[in-house]
């Protein structure tokens, strides 16, 4: 069973960056991060894939976040750059459930941990 610890969110203004933490335990081949805003329905936004590291960024979030991981701490990252107030949306760490293949539509159905709120103001 995955178990997937999120930290680093927060309130910023528009323009500013945050960094989310997400720590993994239980292993996945599909690890990323969904949002979800109020009224709206859950959003993938990044994937990587453990071992080779592939990524893809929504298009909503590309040039802007990027997602990393570090395997030896069992952590992936979201780094949040030019934050704009859209961008506001409880996000999740989030696992797909399949063992050797990752979509963003794998992780908005996959496994998620507790959520941290992003609140980006004008």
């Known amino acids: 069973q995955v178990q997937l610890v999120e930290s680093g969110g927060g309130s910023v203004q528009a323009g500013g960056s945050l960094r989310l933490s997400c720590s993994v335990s239980?292993?996945?081949?599909?690890l990323g991060w969904i949002r979800q805003a109020p009224g709206k329905e859950r959003e993938g936004v990044a994937y990587?894939?453990?071992?080779?590291?592939?990524?893809i960024h929504a298009d909503s979030v590309k040039g802007r976040f990027a997602i990393s991981q570090d395997n030896a701490k069992d952590t992936i990252y979201l780094q949040m750059n030019s934050l704009k107030p859209d961008d506001t949306a409880m996000y999740y760490c989030?696992?797909?459930?399949?063992?050797?293949?990752?979509?963003?539509?794998?992780?908005?159905?996959?496994?998620r941990g507790q959520g941290t709120q992003v609140t980006v103001s004008s």
């Open positions: 989030a696992a797909g459930r399949s063992g050797d293949s990752c979509s963003l539509r794998q992780l908005v159905v996959g496994d």
């Open positions: 239980g292993g996945r081949y599909c």
């Open positions: 990587i894939t453990s071992g080779s590291g592939f990524t």
